[in-house]
Every structure is written in C-alpha cells, then in structure tokens.
C-alpha cells in the first residue's frame, strides 16, 4: 500500500465554451477498470447525441492501467491530452469523459488538445482533489488528570485526535502517518512523564483536501 497518494473527490463535472463547441468534463473516481468502463458508458448513454464523448483513465497503484479514447476526433487530439493531465497532476484511480458537442467552427489539432485538456484540468478543479495519507491509529489510555494537557498538546501537532471516550481511563484515538508510530510513542511518553498506556489500532487511509490549483507532486 503507497503511504499517500492523490486522486480526486468522488465525481464531479463542469463545462466550457470554445469556438462555440460545448465541452462538459466529466470526473470519477474509479477502482477498476470496468467502473471506468461503465462509467465512460453511462456518459456516452446521456450524452448520446454528443459528436463526440472522448475519455482516459489512469488506475491501480503504479498506474498499471492507463487508457485513451478518441472517440472520432483526430487520432491523438482528445484521449491522449486527458490522460496528460492526469500524469501531469499525478492523480491515480481517476477516469475523465470530455462530451463535445461541436459549435461549427473547426478548432485544428492544437485547438482541439487545449480544448480537451482545459476542460479536464476545470472539471477537476471543479471535482476537488484529495490527498488519501496512510494513517495508523494509536489508542492512548491515561489518567483524567492529564486529559487537558493531553489535549491541548494534540491540537498544537500534526496529529489527529479522532475520538475520546470516556471510561474508567480517558482513551484518546489518534491517527498519525504510517510510519510515524515510534516518533508518535517517544514524543507521548516525554510528554506525560511515561503515564500513558498506548496501543495500536487500525491502519485506513484518511482523506485531506488539497489545492486543486496547485501541483499534485509532494
């Protein structure tokens, strides 16, 4: 499992005019190919009078699986273009359709790849883009004595205080980044004087929104 990764938020759209050619985007996120597939399909469905639904998608998490799909545009001038937006953001598990509905005025294979990859690029933008960090859980069990401190400490750090309950112990579930467990443990026992139990829990991937505007490489 990657520790982190970008993808998108899980669908959106948006649309634009060009030349008098409207070219509503289409964004999913997706896990397999056949949920692109069936997704690219369900597009094609509603859009069927469209001249043209063009698509790419990117899956898996070495991005095994990348397709393109022209759909009756000039060979390279619509899927190709998709597909190099998503590399160029490094979004995985992302399937995209681009609808056109041509406007009269022929836009030229330059025309065409802006056409496609501006639309791509607003309609996720418009989707949002999530970065999916690999969190573990630690289970902090302690005195009510040091729950203020406890507290107050954890909302000053990068950690994630999810859930308290209340029992014969305070128990505190807090996420940190996979890999950050030991640094987690030290960083709480300097902090309590060794007066807290703690233990790990789950491993799951938590989502945190990020500027879709910016780059989608760190």
Not at 72 to 91: C, D, F, H, Y
Not at 176 to 203: A, H, N, P, R, Y
């Amino acid at each position: 499992m990657l520790n982190k990764y970008f993808t998108v938020k899980p669908e959106g759209s948006d649309e634009i005019i060009i030349q008098k050619s409207r070219f509503i985007g289409y964004v999913k996120r997706v896990e397999t190919e056949e949920e692109a597939q069936q997704f690219i399909a369900d597009i094609k469905k509603k859009h069927r009078d469209a001249n043209h639904n063009c698509s790419a998608y990117m899956i898996g998490e070495h991005d095994q699986i990348q397709k393109a799909n022209d759909d009756g545009e000039p060979s390279g001038t619509a899927g190709v273009p998709i597909l190099e937006v998503l590399k160029k953001r490094n979004l995985k598990d992302t399937a995209v359709v681009v609808t056109r509905y041509f406007g009269g005025t022929k836009l030229g294979a330059g025309g065409l790849i802006r056409a496609y990859s501006s639309t791509t690029s607003q309609a996720i933008n418009t989707t949002g883009v999530v970065k999916r960090q690999l969190m573990k859980e630690m289970i902090v069990k302690a005195d009510y004595s040091l729950l203020g401190k406890l507290e107050n400490a954890l909302i000053q750090s990068s950690y994630i205080l999810d859930n308290i309950d209340y029992a014969e112990f305070v128990r505190l579930s807090i996420f940190v980044e996979k890999d950050q467990e030991e640094t987690f443990k030290t960083w709480m026992i300097d902090l309590t004087s060794d007066q807290v139990d703690i233990t790990e829990g789950t491993t799951t991937y938590m989502e945190i929104d990020v500027d879709q505007h910016g780059d989608s490489s760190n």
